[in-house]
Every structure is written in C-alpha cells, then in structure tokens.
C-alpha cells in the first residue's frame, strides 16, 4: 500500500539550531514528492517539491530536501531555525502520471525555543 | 494574484444537519481536489475534478458526501446528514492542468459538528 511515514510527532529545537525532519514514503511507481508548512488556522503552504533532476532542491524560507531513492526517504533540512518556523510540516506524494491527488504523511510538529 | 479561497472558514453544525462548503480555485486552473483533514492527522483525498468533471470521487467516506463543480470553477463539497465523525477541516487545492503540478492549498473551512 502507498504511504507516507513522519516517524517525529514533535521536535523542538532551539533557534539557530539546525533542523531535519524526517519523511519516508512507500511507493510502487516513481513518486513525485512535496513538502509543505501549515500555521496554525492556515493552509498548507508549499515549501519544495521534486519531480526530478538534482535529488537535492533547494525551496523557500532557507529549506532544502533530499530525494534519496535507495533509503525512500525526502528528508527536509534547514541550518538555522527561526522561531517563525514553528508549524506543523507535511511531506506529500504523488504519483507520476495520475491525476495528482497526493498522500500525506501524518505531519510533524515542530516548536523553537528562545 | 488570489489564491484559493474557501469559505465558511468555520462552520458549526448539528447532527443531521446538511452543509456546503465552497472552493473558489485559482482562475484558469483545470484541476481541484479536495481533502479532508482530521485532528491531528494529514490531509486524506476525498474527490478530484477536471473542469466540470469528477474523475475520482474514492475518497468520499459515504453517500452523505456529494462534490460538484458544474461550470468548471467554483465547487461545492456538500455533506448531508452530518455527523460527529464528519468533524474535521475540509481542504480545497487547485493545480494549472492536473497531475504533477503543484497543488495550491486554500485555507480549509473548520467543520465542527455537535
């Protein structure tokens, strides 16, 4: 079965810290794969994607992704955290050639400390 | 540019009582999908439309969900009979043709229902 796996519920990190958090996927056909922020109250908000080309993408606010077929993992990194970064993160997958309604991860939480 | 709006942002309503939730996708996009959102959970697909065309609907969760998008723009995600388990945050996203693109989130209508 297709799915997605965020093994973190909740990270906190302290701001300036570096930042992974974690996706793995189970796919059959070659996905295409997203992350995206959603604030409380708000929308998803699409911080990268990777359909194909450079396995690593780089996306807004500082983020950057992985795609690292071997391990079926799209990890998403940042260097430094800004407290305006805590939200909760989604990493997402479609499939190549269908219609585009993707799978979503249960999400992550994240929280920055002062 | 507008993106996708969604409205009621929040809607609270009875058991049993029927609602309608509306998408306004972003102008020109073929594509809108719709998902539901579960405390706690990521988004889950309920339906996905082409123009005016549903071409996936194996997402609804029961007949009591009814999706439509007659002129090809706006739709309407309708539920009757609502339940407690229809609780959740109901998401619209649209995309310029369909399949690989980018979906663009709106900011979901909060379902509460007591």
């Known amino acids: 079965a297709q799915s997605v796996t965020q093994p973190d519920i909740h990270i906190t990190v302290s701001e300036g810290a570096s930042l992974e958090l974690r996706c793995n996927y189970s796919y059959g056909a070659t996905p295409y794969l997203f992350w995206y922020v959603q604030s409380p109250g708000q929308g998803l908000q699409l911080l990268l994607k990777?359909?194909?080309?450079?396995?690593l993408v780089q996306g807004i606010k500082g983020f950057e992704a992985e795609f690292k077929r071997s391990q079926s993992s799209f990890n998403l990194r940042k260097p430094s955290v800004h407290w305006s970064d805590a939200a909760e993160y989604f990493c997402a997958v479609g499939a190549r050639g269908s219609q585009g309604n993707l799978i979503f991860g249960k999400g992550t939480k994240l929280s920055v400390k002062p | 540019g507008a993106g996708v709006s969604q409205s009621p942002r929040y809607k609270v309503a009875k058991r049993g009582q029927d609602v309608a939730l509306r998408c306004d996708p972003i102008?020109?996009?073929?594509?809108l999908f719709w998902y539901q959102q579960a405390l706690g959970q990521g988004p889950e697909f309920l339906t996905y439309f082409q123009n005016e065309a549903q071409l996936d609907k194996s997402g609804l969760p029961s007949d009591r969900f009814f999706a439509e998008r007659p002129e090809g723009s706006v739709s309407t995600l309708k539920i009757q009979r609502t339940q407690q388990e229809d609780s959740a945050v109901y998401l619209c996203?649209?995309?310029?043709?369909?399949?690989?693109?980018?979906?663009?989130f709106g900011p979901g209508t909060r379902l509460l229902v007591l």
């Open positions: 990777y359909f194909s080309g450079d396995t």
């Open positions: 102008s020109g996009h073929v594509s």
């Open positions: 996203a649209s995309s310029l043709i369909r399949g690989e693109e980018t979906q663009y």
